[in-house]
């Protein structure tokens, strides 16, 4: 039998909810910007592909960024270990724990608006139909993630969120 040490730590957690990430409906969200992007081209410019393929780079990398200033400001002991996933629903960085749902919902809320926001301020400079393509991909991106939120919503005690490969699960202590 195995002896735990006097100062190790037990963290009881209880599954409230699990949302799993079915792979047909995933594949089929993760091919709908293909139909825009050719008719974007087809009916507008060529060059909109540019902008669809730089806004699914370049939205991801600012996902990133205003995720790792927020953590910044919450302080270290909130940060934890985070790594860079390509995979919907969750693309950009994840927390590699369980991490309060709460913090999570604050970021996404933070990225939907500070998204908004940046892609507002690029409207006088770009023509209105690759903004409302950024615009489109911005809101492609979060979708599945309130989605989950949505899903997520039925607990009334403060939680905490791991999110693995397959699935997304909501725990309270």
Partial sequence: MHRLDKDSTI??????????????????????????AVFLATSVSP?????????????????????????KLLGTDQ????????????????PNQHFPLRVIMRIHHQLLWIGLAVICCLYPWISIDRWLALIALHVWFLTPRYLIFF???RSKKP???????????????
């Fill in 79 to 94: 940060r934890g270990t985070w790594s860079y996933a390509w995979r919907l629903p969750w693309v950009g960085l994840l």
């Fill in 151 to 153: 899903l997520l919503r």
């Fill in 11 to 36: 963290y009881n957690f209880t599954l409230i909810r699990k949302v799993r990430h079915r792979p047909l409906p995933l594949l089929l969200y993760g091919i709908l910007p293909i139909p825009s």
């Fill in 47 to 71: 060059w909109s592909l540019l902008w669809i393929a730089g806004g699914l780079l370049l939205l991801p990398l600012m996902y990133d960024i205003v995720t790792n200033l927020y953590l």
């Fill in 159 to 173: 939680g905490v969120l791991k999110i693995n490969a397959s699935d997304t699960s909501l725990y309270v202590q």
